[in-house]
């Protein structure tokens, strides 16, 4: 794949090639991290600006844009390591929670398009402000759902 554009499955913009990606080029250790734990299929880093101090990254090693193209044969040994570094990460900080979080898509705020989670850590009174919600006007629900059920 290495050397050829593909459309991002999760936005508008072009998938980024992977000789251009940060992330890769931090993997191949062109660039530095903070590492925090690798294995054959994953790695987890320090954000360098975190949300909250003690947020960490978790990136396939194989280059994918987001959760759309993530490779189906790492699926299942993620949630192991993503669980493993969460852990490590609430202890670290002595949180009270942490979120596990991923941009997909430029529209959802994602900015380096090599697919990543986020691991932040959360405290009581952290300050920081969930997302706001919304209301469905009458019977809107039903047809949002019969709308997202008829492409499944
Ligand atoms: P997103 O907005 O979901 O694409 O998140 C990208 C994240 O990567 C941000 O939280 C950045 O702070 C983080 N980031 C960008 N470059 C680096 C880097 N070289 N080392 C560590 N974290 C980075
Ligand atoms: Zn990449």
Redesign the pocket.
């Known amino acids: 794949m290495a050397g050829k554009a593909k459309k991002a499955a999760a936005g508008s913009k072009p998938a980024v090639l992977e000789n251009d990606c940060?992330f890769c080029k931090?993997i191949k250790g062109e660039?530095p991290?903070s590492k925090v734990l690798e294995d054959n299929e994953f790695l987890a880093?320090?954000?360098?600006?975190p949300i909250i101090k003690g947020h960490a990254?978790v990136i396939p090693k194989s280059h994918c844009t987001n959760i759309l193209d993530f490779p189906k044969a790492e699926e299942t040994d993620l949630v192991e390591f993503i669980k493993k570094v969460a852990k490590a990460v609430v202890k670290a900080t002595d949180a009270d929670g942490f979120n596990l979080g991923m941009?997909n898509g430029e529209a959802a705020?994602?900015?380096?398009m090599h697919a990543?989670f986020?691991i932040i850590p959360r405290f009581k009174d952290d300050g920081l402000v969930s997302w706001p919600h919304k209301e469905y006007a009458p019977g809107e629900i039903e047809g949002m759902r019969n709308k997202i059920k008829s492409f499944l």
């Open positions: 940060i931090i660039i991290c880093f320090m954000d360098i600006r990254l941009n705020g994602q900015v380096v990543h986020h």
